[in-house]
């Protein structure tokens, strides 16, 4: 596996504190492994990300690694044109509709944040 | 059979805006097909044994050999697990449950995937799987059997039902032949399947083997 700037990680790899991060991590990899960008052009987006973080007074101790990551996620994808800000803010409003709508403990699907 | 449930709300209170921003793309990217939901799998398993079980085989082989810790566990295992620096962000409640020559627990989801990430991480795709799911309920007994854990017929399996609030983690019998073992020692014998209670504590002669 590529250099992952500052990523943190003991002696055995990569350390994830909760399921979203590991979630946004694969689908980094996946979308290099389908070649869609390089990893160095990734690698420079998520560097970025950390410094302008890390500018606006963000300490980065290692607990807001994947914050960043998935903030240099989104733009790398908009950048190559993967999404779009508006889609992504909709699917998001769609996706908070359709928690609110199915009752607890019940899986939550897409369709049910759909407005009729 | 404990299976007190609190779902009893009429809708589900939305994850953190970061769940939902990588949900968002997520489901964009699969749409489209740039993404494969299996790679995704691949890979997560891949990270899988790294983000969590050691945590909570640390709780386990702590509770194995330091009896006052093990009684905090008991007593408020949210607040001897917080100790250790294991922090749920959900505001969830961990409760330890402990097997004993008579009682055997086993931990499921029977709504969804609630699972004690912070001590074991990510749920393997087993356990957020239909038939584990209700089986875990109905047959106990022969879901262990499937993961060759053969228990004494007279012993009682408890079923403990997960939710959003509140969490089980099982701690496993520390296995005979152990005495002298150190705490680090000890940690390599907890799988993470043994602390969800679908197999015991491995053996000395077992040391080493990984999760199915």
Known sequence: MQDFPHQPQDDQGPVFNEPWEAQAFALVIALHEQGLFAWSEWATVLSEQIASAQAAGDPDLGNTYYQHWLAALETISKQKKLSNEDELMKRKSQWTAAYLNTPHGKPIELSSGETS | ?212
């Open chain 2, 1 to 212: 059979m404990p299976h007190d449930h609190h779902h009893d709300h009429d809708h589900t209170e939305p994850p953190s805006d970061l769940e939902l921003r990588v949900k968002a793309l997520e489901s964009l990217l699969v749409e489209k097909g740039l993404v494969n939901p299996e790679t995704l799998n691949r890979i997560i398993e891949t990270y899988e044994h790294k983000v969590g079980p050691r945590n909570g085989a640390h709780v386990v082989a702590k509770a194995w050999t330091d009896p006052e810790f093990k009684q905090a566990l008991m007593d408020d295992a949210t607040e001897a697990v917080a100790s250790l620096g294991y922090c749920g962000r959900q505001g969830e409640h961990l409760e330890v449950v402990e097997n004993t020559n008579d009682t055997h627990n086993l931990v499921v989801c029977t709504l969804c995937s609630c699972y004690p990430w912070t001590v074991l991480g990510l749920p393997p795709a087993w356990y957020k799987s239909a038939p584990y799911r209700s089986r875990a309920v109905s047959d106990p007994r022969a879901v262990l059997k499937e993961f060759g854990t053969q228990l004494d017929e007279k012993s009682t399996i408890r079923t403990w039902d997960s939710t959003s609030e509140m969490r089980y983690l099982v701690l496993p019998q520390r296995p005979a032949g152990t005495e002298n073992w150190s705490e680090q020692d000890l940690q390599q014998l907890v799988s993470r399947n043994s602390m969800i209670g679908v197999e015991l504590a491995r053996s000395p002669e077992q040391k080493g083997e990984c999760d199915k």
